[in-house]
């Protein structure tokens, strides 16, 4: 990636998130990422949840690193975190909050290598 990309990947992967955060309301996503730190968090179900998306990182991730992706099918993941994240107003997770804010990050970085040259 050239410097050039990287900024821009990073100036509007924060504007989004920042856009994002402020209609969800930043007291509660910061009250969502504090949930981690709880015992009464860690119910069989968010344990499995948070293993869950691990593992897709876990398996993504490495595909990213050597060259192995889609890149047009990153504009789908960068609109389903956003929605994701906005979609948890209602529940919100850091699992969800936080996985979907890291992808939304991944898909502007990858998509930033293809539309600008």
């Given at each position: 990636?050239?410097?050039?990309?990287?900024?821009?990947?990073?100036?509007f992967?924060?504007?989004?998130?920042?856009?994002v955060?402020?209609?969800?309301?930043?007291k509660?996503?910061?009250?969502?990422?504090?949930?981690?730190?709880?015992?009464?968090?860690?119910?069989?179900?968010?344990?499995?949840e948070?293993?869950?998306?691990a593992?897709?990182?876990?398996?993504i991730?490495?595909?990213?690193?050597f060259?192995?992706?889609l890149?047009?099918?990153f504009?789908?993941t960068?609109l389903?975190s956003?929605?994701?994240?906005?979609?948890?107003?209602?529940?919100?997770?850091?699992?969800?909050?936080?996985?979907?804010?890291i992808?939304?990050?991944?898909?502007?970085?990858?998509l930033s290598?293809h539309?600008?040259?």
């Open positions: 990636m050239t410097i050039n990309q990287i900024i821009f990947a990073n100036i992967t924060l504007l989004l998130i920042f856009l955060y402020k209609h969800t309301g930043f509660k996503i910061k009250y969502c990422y504090c949930m981690f730190f709880t015992k009464k968090y860690w119910t069989n179900y968010n344990t499995v948070f293993l869950s998306w593992a897709k990182a876990i398996i991730v490495p595909g990213l690193i060259g192995v992706s890149w047009w099918l504009f789908l960068l389903t956003l929605s994701l994240i906005w979609a948890s107003n209602k529940k919100l997770l850091p699992t969800l909050v936080g996985f979907n804010t992808w939304v990050w991944i898909s502007c970085m990858v290598q539309l600008i040259k």
